[in-house]
Each structure stands twice: as structure tokens, then as C-alpha cells.
């Protein structure tokens, strides 16, 4: 079956500074990734997410990548700010059921 | 709207008891699912649904069961605790293969 791993496990930056987190996945038919942020003690809350019939979006500060051919994804944030800590967690999905496979968790941390 | 409800908040419950999660959403959203959160680990589906009166089976479904009779509500049954089932349950549901809009979360812990 699929399978999702991200790196890494935690990161700490400074304030102001970028933070790149970046997943790979196993199932080549994978066609849905998003991007998660989960806050302490609450349910996970998409930030942004990519379909495989584009290789990169950005919204704002959040920025997300996509290469197929090495199937990689990965998360950009620029300019973090110290609201931005929290974890995130990457995933894929394939087919119409919606059936999410997630990475590990990233635990950012923005030192003010 | 108040998005994806979960209750309850937080159970303790027995080796070999039985209980279940409640989980409704008003947004109209025909697909629905259950994950499991364990310490620092990533979420793991549990069953899922695409419309009421139909269910599968997610990655982790031993020991679980599920039923989706209407549209709105879609509860998770632990039939006999056992400590494996430690976890937090969220449950999520959207509109078909889309942004997936996740509850508050349910803390269980088997003693």
C-alpha cells in the first residue's frame, strides 16, 4: 500500500527565517497531496494542498512543490513568524475515496 | 455552522468495555472519516465512508465498526477496550476528494 515519509522530525528557525519540509511517497497512482498544521490539543486544519496536474502553488507565505517523476512534495514557509509553530503533517491520497495516508509530523518551532 | 462535532471530549474506560464516538457534521459533506493519533505519530484511518449506508475499511480497522445511516452522523464503536486503543479519534468529513475538515478530537485511554 501507500506509503508517506517526511523529514524531518523537527526543525527549529529563527523568526523571519524560511522552513522547508518535504515528503515522499511510494504509490505512483498518489494524484491528492495537502498540507495539514496541527495546533496543540486541536483537530488537524489544511493550510494548502497540490493536485499531480500541477507541479507548485502558493498562497501568500505557503508555498508547495510537487515532483512526480522523483515523487517527492514539499512545504515552504517564508517569513515564519512565531504563530506558525505547531505540527505538520503532509499526505497523499489516490482515486475518489478521499483516503488519506499521512506522513510522521514535522514539529516546527519559530524562536522570536 | 458548527463544522465536525465530536463527543465526547475525554473517556476512560476498562479493558473489555464497549462505548462509542459520536461524530456529526452539518456541512452537507457526503464523504466522512475516523482517524487514530498516537503520541507523536501521524494519523491512521480507521474506516471511512462515501455516503450514508456505505463503509470500508481504512489501514487500522480491527476492533473498530461503523455505521453511516444518515449524512450527518457517522459513530465509531469499540466493542471489547483493549490498552492498544489508547489513542485520540478524529473525525473528518468532505465533499467528496476534497479539503477534509477534522473535529476536536476524542481522548480515550483503556486501563
Known amino acids: 500500500g501507500e506509503n508517506v515519509e517526511q523529514h524531518p522530525s523537527t526543525l527549529s528557525v529563527q523568526e523571519g527565517d524560511s522552513a522547508v519540509i518535504k515528503c515522499t511517497y511510494s504509490d505512483s497512482a498518489s494524484n491528492y497531496f495537502p498540507w495539514y498544521k496541527q495546533e496543540l490539543g486541536k483537530g488537524p486544519q489544511l493550510i494548502i494542498d497540490i493536485r499531480s496536474n500541477v507541479g507548485e502553488k502558493k498562497d501568500q507565505r505557503i508555498a508547495v512543490t510537487l515532483n512526480k517523476t522523483a515523487k517527492h512534495f514539499s512545504l515552504h514557509i517564508t517569513e515564519t513568524q512565531p504563530e506558525d509553530s505547531a505540527v505538520y503533517f503532509c499526505?497523499?491520497?489516490?482515486?475518489?475515496?478521499?483516503?488519506?495516508?499521512f506522513g510522521q509530523g514535522t514539529t516546527l518551532q519559530v524562536k522570536p | 455552522n458548527a463544522g465536525v462535532t465530536q463527543t465526547p471530549k475525554f473517556r476512560i474506560l476498562k479493558i473489555g468495555q464497549s462505548m462509542t464516538l459520536q461524530c456529526a457534521q452539518d456541512m452537507n459533506h457526503n464523504y466522512m472519516y475516523w482517524y487514530r493519533q498516537d503520541p507523536g505519530m501521524g494519523l491512521k484511518l480507521i474506516y471511512y465512508?462515501?455516503?450514508?449506508?456505505?463503509?470500508d475499511k481504512g489501514e487500522v480497522p480491527n476492533g473498530y465498526n461503523v455505521s453511516r445511516s444518515t449524512t450527518e452522523d457517522f459513530p465509531l464503536r469499540l466493542e471489547l477496550a483493549a490498552p492498544s486503543q489508547t489513542s485520540v479519534y478524529f473525525c473528518?468529513?468532505?465533499?467528496?476528494?476534497?479539503?477534509?475538515?477534522f473535529g476536536p478530537g476524542t481522548r480515550l485511554t483503556v486501563l
Open positions: 473528518a468529513s468532505s465533499y467528496s476528494n476534497n479539503e477534509q475538515f
Open positions: 499526505a497523499a491520497s489516490k482515486s475518489n475515496t478521499g483516503k488519506l495516508i
Open positions: 465512508s462515501v455516503g450514508a449506508g456505505i463503509t
